[in-house]
């Protein structure tokens, strides 16, 4: 079996995890534990399991159906599919609104999709769909899983399309995905076929866990090169029809991406949703939130010395803004408090 191919920030990690002494350190892209060679080497032989970090070539590993961003010797992986959790940003475009109020977003898109929609019926209702409006743009994420490269599609984005006769009827959209919210892959698409966009095939009402018969467009993480995401961002590119009559889905009707829902097809969960990390006394802190959060650091008496909104992706605090003694850091969510002492 081939061995995964590391990614340099994470060697670096494990690296500088090894020159401690360290048996573990937390992997950026996922926020799970892995073990470092330290780790390996002290359990004297290859446990047969695969591990990323493993200095016995694997000697004892046999048969390994799935292994997908190793954790530990100890961790099976099963990917699950489920619907995107939360919505991280809107930004609505020129045009329609429809769905864009408080009423009905963002469960409009956290649900679905619609079942009675069909391939000439589609659903318009507000309660349904989100309208983006041309050039608009909408952002998911998953609170406690990371969608991973499996063979075949890993998440299908479904919107009305929907056929008129011999006609598909095509509001399309640019599809990106991102790790930590900073860096985002964009998949590429083709203008005239819109081969590679969101939005041009139709849902069939049927299992929307399964990319073969639920129609709506899926997408494949190995097409660009990335093994895992947390965020996907949907942003309207119809101009590129209205602008060109002779386009083959021109329509001057059209006026932007409704979306229905995301479903991830291959998913792992997190071991937590934040991350707060610091190496020694003078390094600055990680702090990685999958949502808005804030961080708040506390000096011994329990006062607040530093407090700041993170909005979802990796932040750097930089510790000496804060006065030399031991101090406590939190990052809330609202929903999870997760916290790590610190001695400057």
């Not at 047969?48 to 004892?60: L, Q, V």
């Not at 494949?220 to 889905?249: C, E, K, Q």
């Not at 707060?276 to 329990?302: K, P």
């Amino acid at each position: 079996m081939k061995r995964e191919q590391i990614h340099p920030e994470v060697q670096r990690l494990h690296d500088e995890a090894c020159a401690q002494q360290r048996e573990t350190y937390i992997d950026p892209h996922t926020g799970y534990t892995v073990l470092t060679r330290v780790a390996h080497e002290q359990r004297g032989t290859c446990c047969g399991n695969a591990c990323r970090h493993c200095p016995y070539d694997w000697k004892n590993v046999r048969v390994v159906t799935m292994l997908l961003l190793v954790l530990c010797s100890a961790v099976t992986i099963w990917a699950q599919p489920q619907r995107m959790d939360s919505v991280v940003s809107l930004q609505p475009g020129s045009g329609q609104r429809v769905g864009q109020g408080p009423v009905f977003f963002p469960m409009n898109v956290l649900t679905g999709p619609e079942p009675r929609a069909s391939r000439t019926s589609p659903v318009a209702e507000p309660r349904e769909v989100c309208s983006l409006g041309l050039d608009g743009s909408i952002t998911l994420g998953l609170r406690r899983a990371v969608i991973v490269d499996l063979p075949g599609p890993d998440f299908t984005v479904f919107e009305n399309a929907f056929m008129f006769g011999s006609r598909t009827f095509a509001e399309p959209a640019r599809v990106e995905v991102s790790r930590d919210g900073i860096a985002w892959y964009a998949f590429p698409f083709d203008s005239l076929t819109l081969r590679g966009c969101a939005g041009v095939s139709p849902t069939t009402g049927l299992d929307a866990f399964n990319p073969s018969v639920s129609g709506g467009d899926a997408f494949d993480l190995a097409t660009i090169g990335v093994d895992s995401v947390r965020w996907i961002r949907i942003t309207d590119v119809t101009r590129i029809i209205l602008d060109n009559r002779s386009h083959p889905f021109y329509d001057p009707t059209l006026s932007g991406f409704d979306l229905d829902a995301i479903i991830a097809v291959h998913t792992v969960p997190m071991a937590f949703e934040q991350r707060i990390e610091s190496t020694s006394a003078t390094d600055d802190l990680t702090v990685d939130v999958v949502s808005s959060a804030t961080v708040s650091i506390y000096d011994v008496r329990g006062a607040v010395i530093y407090q700041r909104v993170l909005s979802p992706g990796i932040h750097t605090v930089d510790l000496h803004v804060v006065p030399r003694g031991a101090v406590l850091v939190v990052v809330d969510d609202g929903r999870t408090r997760q916290s790590l002492k610190v001695k400057r």
